[in-house]
């Protein structure tokens, strides 16, 4: 039982944590994606983790480090994509991607989220910044821990313990001990609870060297502005760099990146250290000295929001020529909760005023230690984005004017706040004599975080040199989480938008409340400069501070350089065949040419793409797992043969080809639909390595010798053999949407007078007026779901929008259905199509068009074009302004529903978009107002348009419904049959007209397509249509006749359950996982004589259940009911009416 379906009762016992409880907890988190939010990232991802890691031990299972730094639990990991969609989309890094693997005839689809051709991540384009960890919801990454090493030292008092913690930590830590965001910040409560876990333990606060990184880091940019105004030098070495504007250091995953993506802005970054290596840097070389201990026996420990920091600390750079580190361990704002928790203290609790005796000069437990425990409000705010600059600006303009910043409270709010990129300018006036250089001057400052909005920045900087143009900005911070360090991939989960702002608000008020709010104010800073350090950019301070940094290499770069010949092949290859840089609309087609030329998509090809469109390797990698015919393996063999799996093909002897192909030891991949694999035998698709073209075998029969000798089989463009009917006897007037059917000479008139009449009078047409004709024609959308096509129409025309287009869904992905392909392969029906897509642009206003075409269908994308070009230019001049692009697709079927093809057009992974509240005509293909219709729609308005709205209505059966449609019909029949039907036609009709066998022999249909359920003959005289009620079948698209004697149920649903697991997009766990328990399970579940446990079946329901309710698109709700249907028909669920309940 569980909470949330039994009321409470008296003597009722409870239990929390049983292994049952443990299960179901972790079930839940496998298929529930609740925890997504509209953005795509989790809502409850600390929930969620913590809750994960108390059903799992942080040392259980198999560990695999992908960083030194970042590691991943691979059992954990329920695919939810987040951390992929966190590096790629907000932090656009794209180190990650979700590689699948489509599952074949023995084996299920599965996914994987790896680096690019398997590489370690450092060696990628991971930066380490832990963001993938924040949003992770189930424990499947974490930080790499050194708690377990720390805690040692702890217990060993002869072993001097210098801790330093960073201003973000102070202000979040209260989390991981109940207390709610922005509630406490714990300043002199970590430091009391710090010395309370052992001896010989000083703690230091990374705010001082905050200061002190202000003071130096100032003077670097105002050394940098006189040598550049003044070609004078006054401080620092002659060999500084000098270049504008100065990029901040403070955030070592934003150096990462910079070393790794902006080699050439390397010297406009500060080579001021961060403050953790110069606390690091003074513990080690001037405060273990003072105290008489060697450096290697000091261990020095920072407390930091940020996994990057511990990458930082590993630097070759901050490591001496002895191997002693500035920093020996760094520990995240997580893992210090987690030491104290292990040494039981709460911080929460700990009384810091308690005095801590003459050796530590009077301090309280909560005071932080001199030298380096003094730091004012402008040191604190380095936490926050903006703070570093803010922080410099305080300082900057005192120095200069002698003034305060002209800002109330010192609070620079130009710069706060957490918009992505924030632009400020100072300007100087009246300053003091010495800096008269920068009399008139107006400092302009920007503030970006997140590596997203810093690459914006970045491009603009190039840009300006590129263009030899003034930099845009004297100074630049940069901070690589979003939100700065409150929002730390160390820091405490989770860590939304609202949480960072209250976070901020602690700091922010700590600030105010602080004796010193400038860092030049600091007595200990100067004390340090007395007595060390000398003066800023001085020898000392060079030494200890300062730094360099240098262009690092990627794992894809440094294979690209070495396979060069391929990479600049394939770029050659890209260009001469018209592909845009920096665009990835057209990837599909960018994947076809590449497998044309050399039978498969290489390592070097993807990086050239990569290169080519400005993406990352593993993201094209990524999306390209997600597509059928682009294989990935270098042993392809020059001729592939694909084979087709649809009812159809495996009715008529497809698993004898598969055992003759075996028997020859020939490969052969499977598919789930060829879109014109109806004639009489099985068929196959060849595609041969140096030949643009795909080829059609039809009608294999067992011992085929065109299979002994595939590398020569040629056959492009096959004549459909199959019969096009239309239903006379039910209407007077037939459709005539096929050019051969046709039953007056005014519609043979329009076939040969190729449709210039129609097109013309279309344009010249009230828009408002054509629309008002598809509205009385109750034309609805003919690719299955039925949508009123007026409404889209009107809906887009009406769209305030200066971009919109009209995209056609050529994809026809749904087996059985091979309408499509004869509208597009015959030259009169594919003119219709055209004319139907110029006339929408024209009627809505758009200015470009699409055509999604089924990869299957690629030999017609260039009589698509001819044929567009000669409509265009010939026969409508005035549609001469209007684009068309004819875009491949890639074989999955999800490309069918509208919004998973507008990311396919984008270039980015083929899955159905998560905001389901909006409708493509308000945001469709690259956020445009976008009209989507199937093939058939847009080919029936020629004819509507010369016939008028009336006539199309009346050509239904049943007044109240309205039109035409054409159906695939295949399977156990005579000879398959493409029929235009009207709209309330019975089935058992189109049977009688079409099958070619007698009804009596017919055990059932499958109607509507592969994912609809089986309809058996007491149901044959219900009425077809397109309006989705009670009594009703689905018009949609095909078919599908099983004679009895043929008649294999279980064959039928393993075909569905194969279907419904290959073709899920991965995207939401009640799809990718409910399809493979459906496949895996299938057999048991049709098998009569198979009895499964209560627990089974009720895992089945929910499972079932939760894929109807929480899928995120049509597939898997139909996957779940489905199997939901047949566990309930096979007599395994006792009650079935009120399970759902």
Known sequence: ???????????????????????????????????????????????????????????????????????????????????????????????????????????????????????????????????????????????????????????????????????????????EFGKAPGEMSLTKQMVAATRMMGDNIYVFDTNFTADLTIIEEGNELLERLRRVLTGKKMLGPDHMETALPMITSCSPGWVTYCEKNYADLIPNVSSCKSPQQMAGSLIKHFWSKRHGYEPANVISISVMPCVAKKQEASREEFIDANGVREVDYVLTTREFAELMKLNGVDPTKTDPSIPLGDSHWGLTLGDFDDPFGQASGAGLIFGATGGVMEAALRTAYEVVTGRPVPFARLDIQPVRGMDGVKVASVPLRDVLPEWGFLEGVDVKVAVAHGLTNARKLCDEIQLAKEKNEPPPYHFVEVMCCPGGCLGGGGQPKPTSTEIKMKRASLIYAEDHGLPLRKSHENASVRRLYDEFLVQPLAHHSHELLHTHYKAKDTEPRTFAFSHNDQVQDVLHLLVQNGYPRDTRALLTNMFSDIVDKYGYVSDSAIVAIADHVGASPVNIESILSHYHFFPRSPNTPKTSIYLCESHHCRQHGMSEIKQHLKDRGIPYHMTSWLGWSVDGGPAALIKHVGDSRVHHMLNITKNDPRLDDLEHFVNP???????????????????????????????????????????????????????????????????????????????????????????????????????????????????????????????????????????????????????????????????????????????????????????????????????????????????????????????????????????????????????????????????????????????????????????????????????????????????????????????????????????????????????????????????????????????????????????????????????????????????????????????KVQDPENFCK
Request: aromatic share 8%.
């Open 1 to 175: 039982a569980t909470s949330c379906t039994n009321f409470v009762r008296e003597l009722m016992e409870i239990e929390t944590d049983t292994a049952d409880l443990r299960e179901l907890r972790d079930t839940a988190m496998a298929v529930d994606p609740k925890y997504r939010t509209e953005s795509g990232l989790a809502t409850a991802v600390g929930e969620l983790d913590k809750v994960r890691t108390s059903i799992t031990s942080s040392k259980d299972g198999t560990v695999h480090p992908r960083t030194p730094y970042v590691i991943r639990q691979p059992e954990l990991c329920n695919h939810c994509n987040l951390c992929v969609e966190m590096c790629k989309s907000v932090q656009g890094v794209g180190a990650i991607g979700e590689i699948r693997e489509i599952g074949d005839e023995s084996s299920l689809s599965a996914t994987e989220v790896k680096a690019f051709h398997g590489a370690p991540l450092p060696t990628t384009e991971c930066v380490n910044c832990g963001q993938c960890i924040n949003v992770c919801p189930t424990g499947a990454l974490r930080e790499a821990s050194c708690v377990d090493e720390v805690n040692e030292v702890m217990k060993d008092p002869s072993v001097p313990k210098v801790f330093q913690f960073a201003p973000s930590v102070r202000v979040a830590l209260a989390e």
């Open 717 to 1131: 463009l096959p004549e459909p053999n199959f019969n096009v009917l239309t239903m006379r006897r039910y209407s007077e007037r037939a459709p005539s949407v096929l050019d051969d059917i046709v039953l007056s000479e005014e519609d043979e008139q329009i076939a040969k007078m190729g449709l210039c009449p129609v097109s013309q009078k279309a344009f010249a047409m009230d828009p408002d007026e054509l629309i008002d004709h598809l509205d009385c024609a109750s034309l609805r959308g003919c690719g299955g779901a039925g949508f009123p096509t007026h409404l889209k129409w009107r809906s887009v025309r009406d769209a305030s929008a200066e971009n919109k287009c009209v995209v056609v869904n050529a994809d026809e992905g749904l087996p059985s259905t091979f309408k499509d392909y004869y509208l597009t392969r015959d030259a009169s029906c594919r003119m219709r199509m055209l004319v139907g897509v110029a006339t929408a642009c024209h009627v809505v206003g758009a200015k470009q068009a699409y055509v999604y075409l089924r990869y299957e269908y690629k030999n017609l994308k260039s009589l698509i074009e001819a044929d567009w070009e000669m409509y265009r230019t010939k026969m409508n001049p005035l549609a001469k302004n209007i684009p068309l692009t004819v875009v491949l697709g890639g074989g999955p079927y999800i490309c069918g529903e509208e919004t998973a093809l507008f990311e396919s057009l984008e270039g980015n992974l083929p899955q159905a978009r998560t905001k389901r509240h909006q409708f493509p005509t308000d945001s469709g293909l690259f956020g445009w107002p976008t009209l989507v219709s199937n093939v058939e729609t847009f080919a029936w308005i020629p004819s509507i348009i010369y016939h008028g709205g009336v006539w199309f209505h009346d050509l239904a059966v049943l007044p109240e419904l309205g039109g035409a449609k054409l159906i695939s019909i295949s399977g156990d029949v005579a000879k398959p049959t493409l029929a235009a039907i009207p709209m309330g036609v019975t089935l058992r009709s189109v049977l009688e007209e079409t099958a070619g066998i007698p009804i009596d022999e017919i055990a059932a249909c499958e109607v509507g397509g592969l994912t609809e359920e089986l309809t058996y003959p007491q149901d044959f005289d219900q009425p077809l249509t397109l309006a989705f009620k009670a009594g009703h079948l689905s018009a949609g698209g095909s078919i599908v006749v099983f004679s009895k004697k043929n008649f294999d149920e279980k064959r039928i649903f393993r075909t569905k359950a194969k279907f419904y697991d290959v073709e899920s997009c991965q995207l939401c766990s009640p799809c990718r996982e409910g399809a493979k328990v459906f496949r895996y399970g299938v057999d048991s579940i049709m098998d009569e004589n198979t009895t499964l446990s209560a627990d089974t079946i009720e895992t089945y329901q929910h499972l079932f259940h939760s894929m109807e309710v929480l899928s995120n698109c049509g597939h898997g709700k139909a996957c779940g009911k489905t199997a939901r249907t047949i566990l309930e028909k096979k007599n």
